[in-house]
C-alpha cells in the first residue's frame, strides 16, 4: 500500500525544538516534492515547508526556524523546528507530489497528520 507515515510532534515549551519525520510506505521519494502543511482551527491548512531536488522552500514565519532535510537512504523527510513558538501551534501533514504526465495531472499523498502544541 502507498501512503505517507508520520512520526514526531507533541508537546513543547517556547523555545524548544521538536523533529517530525516523513517516511515513504510502498513507494520512494524519488522525484517527488515532499513537505509538511500546518492547520489550526478555523483556518485552512497552509504550506510550512518543502524540499525538492531543485529547492527549498519555507513558510517567512518558519524561516531561520526550521530546517527541513531529505535522507534518501531512508526514504524519510525530516522538519527540524527549533525556536518554537505558541503560533506553531497545529497539526502538522506531510505531503508528497509530482507530476506525472505532460498535461500536469498529479500524484497527492497526504500524511494522517501529528499535533504539535507550543505552551507558552
Known amino acids: 500500500e502507498v501512503q505517507l507515515v508520520e512520526s514526531g510532534g507533541g508537546l513543547v515549551q517556547t523555545g524548544g525544538s521538536l523533529r517530525l519525520a516523513c517516511s515513504a510506505s510502498?513507494?520512494?521519494?524519488?522525484?517527488?516534492?515532499v513537505g509538511w502543511f500546518r492547520q489550526t482551527p478555523g483556518k485552512e491548512r497552509e504550506p510550512v515547508s518543502c524540499?525538492?531536488?531543485?529547492?527549498?522552500y519555507y513558510a517567512d514565519s518558519v524561516k531561520g526556524r526550521f530546517t527541513i532535510s531529505s535522507h534518501d537512504a531512508e526514504n524519510r523527510v525530516y522538519l527540524r523546528m527549533d525556536s518554537l513558538k505558541p503560533e506553531d501551534t497545529g497539526v502538522y501533514y506531510c505531503?508528497?507530489?509530482?507530476?506525472?504526465?505532460?498535461?500536469?495531472?498529479?500524484?497527492?499523498?497526504w500524511g494522517q497528520g501529528n499535533q504539535v502544541t507550543v505552551s507558552s
Open positions: 505531503n508528497a507530489r509530482k507530476v506525472v504526465n505532460v498535461e500536469g495531472a498529479l500524484v497527492d499523498l
Open positions: 510502498g513507494f520512494t521519494f524519488d522525484d517527488y516534492a
Open positions: 524540499i525538492s531536488i531543485r529547492d527549498a
